[in-house]
């Protein structure tokens, strides 16, 4: 059986969720609404209601200290995909692809996970990613260089593309 544990974590950008699966992170949640309806939301989505336990977060949490500080590029942690399927999984490892200060267009990720013309399903995929900032959907922006919703937060979005000093746009990926 799969231990279940989640670690809070008080970003710059609000609080955090962390939920592991054993030792892999299967939700990063930007709690918007509050760490209680994070934790509930996850709870029904995997069927059992996380254990607080630090212990699973302590190297990610160290990670998005050094990324919130300005000394931190990439994330070294497992990820654990079971709530993502299909060519959600594709566009977001696409992303992963996308370097640390720079941004590529919803349609340029939508060649890169092999589905040209898949502009929509992209965002639709980033805007579901149970892995935001650690995963970077933030770097995907739309092909006019606007930075779009963030589901809904484009202010916390913002924050994170004027860290990695990408706020001038789209600046195309490799």
Known sequence: MNRVTSTDYDSPVGPVLLTFV???LVR???AHEGLDRS???IAARLGV???PDPG???ALVRQLDEYFDGRRQTFDVALDWRLV???TRAALEATLEIPYGETAAYGEVAVMAGAPGAARAVGTACASSPFSIVVPVHRVVRADGSIGEYGGHPEVKRHL???EGAAGGLRAAG
């Open 49 to 51: 209601a996380p254990d």
């Open 28 to 30: 990063l949640d930007l």
């Open 56 to 58: 699973p977060g302590v």
């Open 39 to 41: 934790r509930a939301e």
């Open 85 to 87: 399927r299909g060519f």
């Open 22 to 24: 054993d030792d892999a």
């Open 161 to 163: 593309l004027d860290l």
